[in-house]
T-cell receptor
Framework: DQQVKQNSPSLSVQEGRISILNCDYT??????FLWYKKYPAEGPTFLIS?????DKNEDGRFTVFLNKSAKHLSLHIVPSQPGDSAVYFC???????????FGTGTSLTVIP | DVKVTQSSRYLVKRTGEKVFLECVQD?????MFWYRQDPGLGLRLIYF???????EKGDIPEGYSVSREKKERFSLILESASTNQTSMYLC???????????FGQGTRLTVV
């Protein structure tokens, strides 16, 4: 059973606008969440993370929001740029565990 | 600069062949992982290792085995390659599950 879900397989956004990518999880033991970006034929690269003790973490154009009661996190990219076009994966882990659980990914296209 | 290196970017193998995928990390990380990425299915964990000679099955271990004889090297073995193992294989390492995992560039394996 998929413990981390990204229900939108794709998203298109105009350059300069905000991109919002969503992720839901089912396991209440998860306490660390990450976003990765992946270009075709390359490995994923780490973007930003958030611990469950926070509800927001910001790094430049990227902000991750965590709503623990809803078991939901989102990644905001502002402003979106064509180079942001990639597949974005969210992932979660539990300190008590020893692996990461990934969602199925959302393909973001930023239109110039 | 931290690095996870996978031995091949592209491989073509015949059905029934024994295939070795090698991964080396230079960060002295305890944990190493093997994932496969397929369209619509995201990253699925095949095996992981949290110490030398230690291994644990992930979500889809069937048809695969692993070896970790040294801390920096984690090998994925396809005992008898089949066409349904055609995929992108990704190796990752981390110092724990409350910090980011670093990925290699991926190996695109085609089994014919």
């Amino acid at each position: 059973d998929q413990q981390v879900k990204q229900n939108s397989p794709s998203l298109s956004v105009q350059e300069g606008r905000i991109s919002i990518l969503n992720c839901d999880y089912t396991n209440s033991m998860f306490d660390y969440f990450l976003w990765y970006k992946k270009y075709p034929a390359e490995g994923p690269t780490f973007l930003i993370s958030i611990s469950s003790i926070k509800d927001k973490n910001e790094d430049g154009r990227f902000t991750v929001f965590l709503n623990k009661s809803a078991k939901h996190l989102s990644l905001h990219i502002v402003p979106s740029q064509p180079g942001d076009s990639a597949v974005y994966f969210c992932a979660a882990s539990a300190l008590s565990g020893n692996q990461f659980y990934f969602g199925t990914g959302t393909s973001l296209t930023v239109i110039p | 600069d931290v690095k996870v290196t996978q031995s091949s970017r592209y491989l073509v193998k015949r059905t029934g062949e024994k295939v070795f995928l090698e991964c080396v990390q230079d960060m002295d990380h305890e944990n190493m992982f093997w994932y496969r990425q397929d369209p619509g299915l995201g990253l699925r964990l095949i095996y992981f290792s949290y110490d030398v000679k230690m291994k644990e099955k992930g979500d889809i271990p069937e048809g695969y085995s692993v070896s970790r004889e040294k801390k920096e090297r984690f090998s994925l073995i396809l005992e008898s390659a089949s066409t349904n193992q055609t995929s992108m294989y990704l190796c990752a390492s981390s110092s724990g599950v409350n910090t980011e995992a670093f990925f290699g560039q991926g190996t695109r394996l085609t089994v014919v």
